[in-house]
């Protein structure tokens, strides 16, 4: 058995030939998330994500949710943000793996309310 991209208006079906592995990774991951939820948009936006740049050999962009932390690091610790970390999602990641631990350290342990517990005292995190 094999995965296929399916097209019905232009009645056409492309075999996909995965490695086993990946193969069973991903029936797993399309088995276990209820149609709707967010891990199945998720999933669906990350294959959408990786056609689309097989296809346009375009460079897909840093999400919401990355441009936000990666802001958040920046004013911390005083950095500047590269220019490709906000165009680029590959160069965002590597601006992540280099400063995140060091933010989370500086900020201290956060309780599960989002409040800061550094210093002894609660002080919120939220940022506005």
Same mark, same amino acid.
């Given at each position: 058995?094999?995965?296929?991209?399916?097209?019905?208006? +232009?009645?056409?079906?492309?075999?996909?030939?995965?490695?086993?592995?990946?193969?069973?990774?991903?029936?797993?991951?399309?088995?276990?998330?209820? !149609?709707?939820?967010?891990? +199945?948009?998720?999933?669906?936006?990350?294959?959408?994500?990786? %056609?689309?740049?097989?296809?346009?050999?375009?460079?897909?962009? !840093?999400?919401? @949710?990355?441009? @936000?932390?990666? %802001?958040? %690091?920046?004013?911390?610790?005083?950095?500047?943000? !590269?220019?490709?970390?906000?165009?680029?999602?590959?160069?965002?990641?590597?601006?992540?793996?280099? +400063?995140?631990?060091?933010?989370?350290?500086?900020?201290?342990?956060?309780?599960?309310?989002?409040?800061?517990? @550094?210093?002894?005292?609660?002080?919120?995190?939220? @940022? %506005?």
């Amino acid at each position: 058995m094999s995965f296929q991209l399916v097209y019905g208006d +232009h009645d056409f079906c492309l075999p996909l030939s995965f490695e086993i592995d990946s193969e069973e990774r991903l029936i797993a991951l399309i088995s276990n998330a209820d !149609p709707g939820s967010t891990s +199945h948009r998720n999933l669906s936006v990350r294959i959408t994500d990786a %056609i689309t740049a097989a296809i346009e050999f375009t460079v897909i962009r !840093p999400t919401e @949710k990355q441009l @936000k932390y990666a %802001i958040g %690091i920046a004013q911390e610790l005083n950095l500047a943000l !590269p220019a490709d970390a906000l165009q680029h999602r590959d160069a965002m990641a590597i601006f992540l793996s280099r +400063h995140a631990d060091t933010y989370r350290r500086r900020r201290g342990p956060v309780s599960d309310d989002g409040l800061s517990t @550094k210093g002894g005292s609660m002080q919120s995190t939220a @940022k %506005i």
